[in-house]
């Protein structure tokens, strides 16, 4: 089936420092990337829909210039948390939609530390 | 925009009994509704879904009904067993790329 790999899968940085996520669709083409966000005990949050060779488009709330997206080709989207600090420590998904019948596939998740 | 309301938060059964689970939805136009079973630190893992053509739906214990009349669906899961403990979600699918929006969750309690 369609897999996305997900990196790094756990991370800590230093408060002020930039961190990048990466997803990478093994054997399929992920036209499309989604982004999410996802606090303890809460529900996902979408922050931004990335589509390859544009920009993404960002949910309302979500700083653009501090979550950069990136989706160059049809097979890596990366999230680049910009000037982290401890708020932005969270679990961040990414998902991909898969051909036109509606399924779709997660990475693994990327739990981020900011201390 | 589109948004998905999940009840209850939570849902405490005794092991063999079934659970149901309730999501309404706003946008008519949403027309793909997935359930998703979250264990802590995990990513979410489909175990089932519907299309807005469809009235219902099984595999096996779970089962997925849905009334696009009242904007609404629920999963149901019957014969309950420890292994059913998780966080539930659903979703609406909507919008041109598809987005999937997301219910609060339900934390399953199986009691033994």
């Known amino acids: 089936g369609a897999v996305v790999s997900q990196h790094p899968s756990r991370v800590i940085c230093k408060s002020g420092t930039s961190v990048k996520i990466e997803c990478r669709s093994l054997d399929f083409q992920a036209t499309t990337m989604f982004w999410y966000r996802q606090f303890p005990k809460q529900s996902l949050m979408l922050m931004a829909t990335?589509?390859?060779?544009?920009?993404?488009?960002?949910e309302q709330g979500v700083e653009k210039d501090k979550f950069l997206i990136n989706h160059a080709s049809l097979t890596l989207s990366t999230l680049t948390v910009t000037s982290a600090h401890p708020e932005d420590s969270s679990f961040y998904i990414c998902?991909?939609?898969?051909?036109?019948?509606?399924?779709?596939?997660f990475g693994s998740g990327t739990r981020l530390t900011v201390v | 925009g589109e948004n998905v309301e999940q009840h209850p938060s939570t849902l405490s059964v005794q092991e063999g009994d079934s659970a149901v689970i309730k999501c309404t939805y706003s946008?008519?136009?949403?027309?793909?509704f997935p359930w998703y079973k979250q264990e802590l630190g995990k990513r979410p893992q489909l175990i089932i879904d519907?299309?807005?053509n469809v009235g219902e739906k099984k595999d096996q214990r779970i089962a997925v009904t849905l009334n696009k009349t009242a904007k609404h669906f629920s999963l149901h899961i019957t014969e309950t067993q420890p292994e059913d403990s998780a966080v539930y979600f659903c979703a609406a699918s909507t919008g041109s790329n598809y987005q999937l929006i997301w219910g609060a969750g339900t934390k399953l309690i199986i009691k033994p």
């Open positions: 990335s589509n390859e060779g544009s920009k993404a488009t960002y």
């Open positions: 998902s991909a939609r898969v051909g036109f019948d509606y399924g779709y596939t």
């Open positions: 519907i299309r807005s």
């Open positions: 946008d008519s136009a949403s027309n793909y």
